[in-house]
């Protein structure tokens, strides 16, 4: 049997593209296909096939395993306690996450631990809603009447489906304000600590810079994001800058490299400054909350410090591979987050077009040291056009448009966003370091003048080009389509012969669709209408 090469690649890859078909088609219509795909393995190895072609064998199998796992669960876990919906009953439940400010509303993930009114022992997780904050900590036992109420399932990507990858199968609104009890905690779990060292780190921050470069650096360090102004927040929207403040593989590659930078100047071997940087990523993440994103990317950087670490040299495919198999097998749901799928389409994309792209655009220049130099200038653009290539089907589905105003933002903006979150994290550090808090002070100034420069350059971005770089509406669809046809065809046609002029015109035909959506939307009228089924 012939080996097979990236296997991680295959079985993560696959594992998790069940997942998201499975998200996509219902638990009334995964269980059929879970069934067809487990028959067709015996008979593949009845055939051979595993012989002749064994990458197609591990597909197979990892996909036959995905859908599996997700049709057990859905059985097993979701639907004994969707009998709950609708009613109102008397709850016992353990609070697992920090307050979210949403809408007027506070909401927490809560673990039900019994019904009262029936009597019953369970263990699911809710999103636990309340008019004010409660006074709970992460850990405590609050008591109180709720009803229990479904997500919005509109089929794919639905709120359902979002809301599952984060844990919680339905929510709870606490319907009697008068009667809530709340018992501390005897021991505290991990996530209150990991939560109290953020509220620290958002504390010091806010202490030492101004509001809006404060929460601009929070949100970048520890993925706080409540202290935003929704002016700001909409800049950054607006600007195409939003995956700036959320902490993904960007970050955690720059903090992964400034950690071993950091060692090797200090003088420790890169051996040992790469096993201390693993240490450190997995701080990290604890304290950033270990959200789906954080742990991909996290896992992605602890790879490949393995591999200097061992003496090898990681595939970064391979890395992406093992990441995604890891998260979806520790959450079979997590195919319905879009953050996740937002993160893992663009580090995807970066892999896979960003040396085609870079070759395309500096293979004629035939001095190392000026190509080399032409390639840390095209970086950010070529890194940001190859992120939105591979975000681009998923923002059509979930949002409707797809912005390229990110690609100039990110030229004026991304260097200034490396040294910011460098200097922030010493900042950061040293704060919270009483015999070292003097030592801040450069740090905070460096900082403070970096963030300052990122809100006004995304202001700019925003005010000057309002959606001008945007896909989006009924052509959005037609002309990205059109696009990915054309590449594709000219690649195959051209056999990789001159492709600069291939996308040189597949980014004149992005820039005819997007010219003509913005004048033909430019000349309607839009209605918004808020629907919510609880005030």
Avoid at 93 to 106: K, L, Q, R, T
Avoid at 217 to 232: C, E, K, Q
Wanted: hydrophobic share 55%.
């Amino acid at each position: 049997m012939r080996a097979v090469s990236r296997p991680a690649v295959y079985i993560g890859f696959s594992y998790f593209g069940a997942l998201l078909l499975a998200t996509f088609l219902g638990e009334s219509v995964t269980p059929y296909i879970a069934a067809a795909l487990l028959l067709s393995v015996p008979l593949c190895f009845v055939f051979r096939i595993h012989r002749r072609h064994p990458a197609r064998m591990l597909v197979l199998c990892a996909a036959a395993a995905g859908t599996t796992v997700f049709s057990v669960l859905m059985l097993l876990t979701v639907r004994p306690a969707e009998r709950y919906l609708g009613n109102t009953y008397c709850i016992r439940a353990v609070i697992e996450s920090e307050a979210e400010a949403y809408s007027g509303n506070f909401r927490y993930t809560a673990r039900v631990r019994s019904i009262e009114d029936t009597g019953q022992s369970v263990d699911f997780s809710v999103r636990l809603s309340h008019g004010e904050a409660l006074p709970a900590e992460i850990g405590d036992t609050v008591e109180c009447t709720v009803r229990f109420v479904p997500f919005l399932d509109d089929g794919g990507l639905s709120s359902r489906a979002a809301q599952l990858a984060d844990g919680k199968l339905f929510a709870a609104y606490i319907t009697d304000y008068e009667q809530i009890a709340v018992t501390p905690a005897a021991q505290k779990p991990p996530a209150y600590y990991s939560a109290a060292v953020r509220a620290q780190v958002r504390d010091s921050l806010l202490r030492a810079l101004p509001k809006d470069e404060a929460a601009v650096l929070t949100a970048m360090l520890v993925g706080l994001r409540n202290d935003i102004s929704d002016a700001l927040n909409s800049a950054y929207r607006t600007a195409g800058a939003s995956h700036i403040l959320v902490i993904s593989g960007m970050h955690m590659a720059i903090i992964a490299q400034f950690a071993l930078g950091a060692l090797s100047l200090l003088g420790v071997r890169r051996k040992y400054a790469a096993g201390i940087s693993i240490a450190f990523i997995l701080a990290f993440m604890a304290v950033s909350g270990l959200s789906a994103t954080v742990v991909r990317s996290g896992i992605m950087q602890i790879i490949l410090l393995t591999g200097i670490l061992i003496g090898r040299k990681a595939d970064a495919l391979n890395s992406l591979g093992v990441a995604i198999l890891f998260l979806a097998l520790v959450n079979p749901f997590c195919a319905g987050d879009v953050s996740l799928l937002l993160s893992f389409s663009a580090t995807l994309g970066i892999l896979a077009l960003n040396p085609r792209m870079m070759r395309a655009l500096t293979g004629r220049v035939r001095n190392v040291r000026r190509r080399r130099r032409l390639q840390r200038i095209l970086s950010p653009a070529v890194t940001s056009v190859c992120a939105i290539l591979g975000v681009m089907p998923v923002q059509l589905y979930v949002f409707g448009s797809v912005s390229f105003s990110a690609v100039l933002t990110s030229i004026l903006v991304l260097y200034a966003s490396a040294w910011l979150l460098r200097f922030g994290l010493l900042a950061a550090v040293f704060l919270n370091i009483p015999f070292l808090a003097p030592a801040a002070a450069p740090f905070v100034f460096l900082s403070g003048l970096l963030a300052k420069y990122q809100n006004a350059v995304v202001r700019w971005m925003a005010d000057a080009f309002p959606n001008t770089f945007c896909i989006s509406g009924p052509y959005a669809a037609p002309t990205v389509l059109l696009c990915t046809v054309f590449l594709l065809c000219g690649l195959r046609l051209f056999r990789g012969r001159h492709t600069a002029v291939l996308y040189t015109l597949a980014a004149g035909v992005l820039a005819f669709g997007m010219a003509a959506n913005w004048y033909l939307n430019g000349r309607g009228t839009r209605l918004l209408i808020y629907h919510t089924p609880l005030a």
